[in-house]
């Protein structure tokens, strides 16, 4: 009765709310639930009918419509596909979809073929599928079959048609669910990019990198040629200090770390420059400022409480135009008894 209402209602709503309330994933858990809960109780003789014959029949109408089903789940789908190409749980889902389109279409075909008597071929359809399971089952745990070798082809793919770039590029994908040939193709994309892309080559690197030790996976110089520096050289003894940091950090936020930006500001208008240094994240945005203190380089961090996508594209535009400058807070801080008081 579900089924039937939501297909009377799709004309009217179209596939948005779907898409929005589990799209394809919901419609194979349903139809999975439906081939259940048939086998549960057409499981005796196939002239011995459990109910009656209008709910026979309202069952198998119901039964019928199960293709049409899987025609949606197979849009939805392929929509993903096209969008963000193959991973090991869309190879899966695809996977389940065909075998469960198999046993609708073969429930279909004895409900044509036979009308109120379509249990006598339910067997036959479930004994056929049964070896097309078995075989399948043995198929993706062989090489013929290798979802991970599928879904390197098609991330590869993508980024070498320019449909991602290199900065959003899933490497950390790779390593923790593709395995050795994501390992490969790692290692593939390192060399290639060895020159292009040195930002890249320390994210991957820091994957494989010795978490127990902390060792970031790339040497001082190698570190420094991936900070983009709006002018002028990083000095050597901010370039150490800022790899000293960086080396004390956790291996997730540089395996996280898309781009660096290092920026001469004088923040305090003292005549001597200090350096914004400016992380882009996956998900956010780092902003620290390296300071001369006694002959000794310190941090401060800046908080962001910004951290959407539009914000973060103007952000960066700005950064990569140079587009910055220095403003006084409106409310001064105060010092009484000692203690700094800052306005919010």
């Known amino acids: 009765l579900v ?25 194979l858990w349903m139809q999975a639930i439906i081939l259940f809960f048939i086998n549960a109780v057409y499981q005796d003789d196939p002239d011995t009918r459990p109910y009656q014959i209008w709910l026979h029949r309202f069952i198998y109408c119901g039964a019928a419509l199960l293709p049409i089903y899987s025609a949606i ?54 004994v056929s599928m049964g070896l ?21 082809e098609s991330q590869l793919q993508r980024l070498e048609s320019k449909k991602v770039s290199t900065n959003d590029f899933d490497v950390e994908y790779f390593r923790r669910h593709l395995a050795r040939p994501g390992y490969l193709a790692l290692e593939e994309l390192k060399a290639k990019n060895a020159q292009s892309n040195k930002g890249l080559i320390l994210r991957i690197n820091n994957l494989y990198s010795d978490n127990e030790n902390n060792d ?14 709006s002018s002028g050289e990083i000095p050597d003894d901010l370039g150490s200090a800022i790899y000293k940091n960086i080396s004390s950090t956790a291996n997730w936020e540089l395996q996280n770390t898309k781009r660096y930006y290092l920026m001469p500001v004088d923040v305090d208008s003292d005549g001597h420059l200090e350096y914004l240094f400016v992380k882009e994240m996956k998900y956010n945005i780092s902003i620290e400022l390296y300071f001369m203190e006694k002959e000794k380089w310190l941090t401060v961090r800046y908080s962001n409480s910004e951290n959407h996508k539009e914000f973060q594209k103007m952000f960066f535009e700005a950064i990569e135009a140079g587009k910055f400058e220095v403003a006084k807070p409106k409310w001064q801080d105060l010092i009484i008894g000692g203690y700094r008081l800052h306005a919010d």
Request: net charge positive; proline share 3%; aromatic share 12%.
């Open 73 to 126: 789940s197979f849009y939805g789908l392929s929509l993903r596909v096209d969008q963000y190409g193959w991973s090991i749980s869309r190879c899966w889902a695809m996977l389940i979809w065909l075998l469960l389109a198999l046993f609708s279409v073969g429930y279909l075909a004895g409900i044509i073929k036979h009308r109120d008597n379509w249990l006598r071929q339910l067997s036959k359809v479930n």
């Open 132 to 152: 097309v399971v078995l075989a399948v089952m043995l198929l993706v745990n062989s090489p013929l079959l290798d979802f991970r070798k599928i879904v390197v």
């Open 3 to 27: 089924s039937m209402l939501f297909l009377c209602a799709l004309p009217l709503t179209g596939l948005s709310p779907l898409w929005e309330t589990g799209g394809s994933g919901l419609i």
């Open 216 to 229: 970031i996976g790339s040497n001082k110089e190698e570190f420094l040629a991936v900070i983009k520096m």
